[in-house]
């Protein structure tokens, strides 16, 4: 279990005994009572250090037996409740973490899988120096094996980690693009028998594209437009407002609409949709406005037209979305990944 966060504690005292309102409650801090707080933290950066290093050395244990492997489940767990902690989950690297996280990844049993995967997406989540250490260590082609893994919660834990471990990274994102992200994301996001699944894999879609916009293009011809339709027809409301959330910000390019438009089935998802939401009583209703917002202004864009001259990103074979001839698979010659602070996604309300 993690440990109390002395160094929280010690600031939230002093703030309240420097703010009391009542002066007869009010005591002075001395600095024999800060020198204890700072003993006591350090005391406790000590203790869990030991103890990850006493998790770790247990984790390294090749006994495979249902005994050990229950047991590994139980530390695993402790370990994603420790290292929620920044400083804790860069302690880990620290002490050699990375190659027994490694290690259990590729573990013959599906739940200790699932279980690294998840650690490994707590240690990397908003870290950059740890999205770094673990994507320089070879993190990436096990979590990229895992997507395909015969195990369920294994895909899906695969994507969180594949999420975490490039959110706001450019060089994570690159590097997963470069080893199929969206063909993989594709095949997860049409597997319906997974609704969890399908959502996370439409929503990391969504960073893919916007992160370089020109993927759309390969995306379209490898069943982009079918994959969203269907997200949009699905029974899960977390899948039908991730398809949609995906959609909108890709109706941002002209070529992407004029595609939408010539895709009867994807249109009539949209209208069933539409239908659906505006029949909903208003309780029901209110827990989907997100999704009537976002398709809505799907339709809207789709009514508005999208600009004068069809888009080859996704109509032609060569082009990214711009209409750049690239000639090497969507990625214009000497240019830079778009970054996605350089587009302008649509910034819809409850979008993912």
Not at 69 to 90: F, N, Q, S
Not at 114 to 120: D, G, M, R, Y
Not at 138 to 152: H, N, T
Not at 277 to 299: M, P, V
Request: one cysteine or more; glycine letters at 8%; a negative charge.
């Amino acid at each position: 279990m993690a440990q109390p966060d002395w160094k929280g504690l010690f600031e939230w005292s002093i703030q309240q005994q420097d703010h009391s309102n009542d002066p007869s409650t009010r005591r002075r801090i001395t600095e024999e009572d800060r020198r204890w707080f700072m003993e006591a933290m350090q005391s406790q950066t000590e203790d869990v250090t030991k103890r990850l290093r006493g998790i770790k050395g247990a984790l390294d244990d090749k006994d495979d037996s249902d005994a050990q492997v229950g047991e590994k489940l139980k530390l695993l767990d402790d370990l994603i409740e420790i290292v929620e902690h920044i400083d804790y989950a860069k302690d880990l690297t620290h002490i050699g973490g990375l190659p027994t996280l490694l290690g259990l990844l590729g573990s013959a049993h599906a739940p200790v899988r699932a279980s690294a995967a998840e650690v490994v997406a707590t240690c990397v989540q908003n870290h950059p120096p740890v999205q770094t250490h673990f994507l320089e260590g070879g993190v990436l082609p096990r979590l990229l094996q895992l997507v395909q893994d015969p195990d369920p919660t294994c895909r899906r834990k695969a994507l969180l980690a594949l999420s975490c471990l490039t959110r706001h990274n450019d060089a994570a994102m690159d590097a997963f693009r470069a080893e199929g992200a969206v063909d993989l994301l594709l095949v997860a996001a049409r597997d319906s028998s997974d609704p969890r699944q399908q959502r996370k894999a439409l929503q990391l879609l969504r960073e893919v594209f916007r992160h370089r916009p020109a993927d759309v293009r390969g995306a379209a011809r490898a069943g982009l437009m079918p994959a969203i339709a269907d997200g949009i027809a699905s029974a899960d409301a977390g899948v039908r407002e991730a398809a949609l959330a995906l959609l909108a910000l890709l109706v941002q390019h002209p070529g992407v609409v004029q595609a939408v438009q010539a895709d009867e089935r994807l249109k009539q998802r949209l209208k069933e949709n539409e239908h659906r939401l505006n029949n909903l009583d208003i309780e029901d209703l209110d827990a989907e406005r997100d999704q009537l917002a976002l398709t809505e202004h799907i339709l809207e864009k789709l009514n508005g037209g999208g600009g004068p001259e069809p888009d080859p990103a996704v109509a032609g074979p060569d082009a990214t979305v711009d209409g750049t001839d690239s000639g090497r698979g969507g990625q214009a010659p000497d240019q830079a990944p778009a970054k996605a602070s350089e587009e302008q996604p649509v910034m819809m309300l409850g979008a993912p």
